[in-house]
């Protein structure tokens, strides 16, 4: 499912406008973002949580070259599913 068909399903589920479905839809998103890049925790209970993780620098290779080169450290999106969430998807 890509946008478009979220969209269209959100809509269609709550019997509003496809254009305020995707207004609602941006508007959660943007909210997620923000929130997670100033490092705050996103918890929705029964689906999961958003939050920051960091990965170190570490040694890597060129796969094309077979080179041998330092990847820097940075900071990774974890998302980290509910039981409710886990529970609907092993049924």
Excluded: C, H, W, Y
Excluded at 48 to 68: I, V, Y
Excluded at 83 to 91: I, Y
């Amino acid at each position: 499912m890509n946008k478009q068909e979220l969209t269209d399903a959100v809509a269609t589920e709550m019997r509003i406008t496809k254009a305020a479905a995707a207004e609602t839809i941006d508007a959660f998103l943007d909210t997620v973002t923000n929130a997670v890049v100033k490092g705050d925790q996103v918890q929705l209970i029964g689906f999961g949580s958003f939050s920051t993780g960091a990965r170190a620098a570490r040694a890597g290779r060129n796969p094309k070259t077979g080179e041998a080169l330092q990847i820097a450290a940075s900071k990774t999106v974890k998302f980290t599913a509910g039981k409710a969430f886990k529970d609907a998807v092993n049924q």
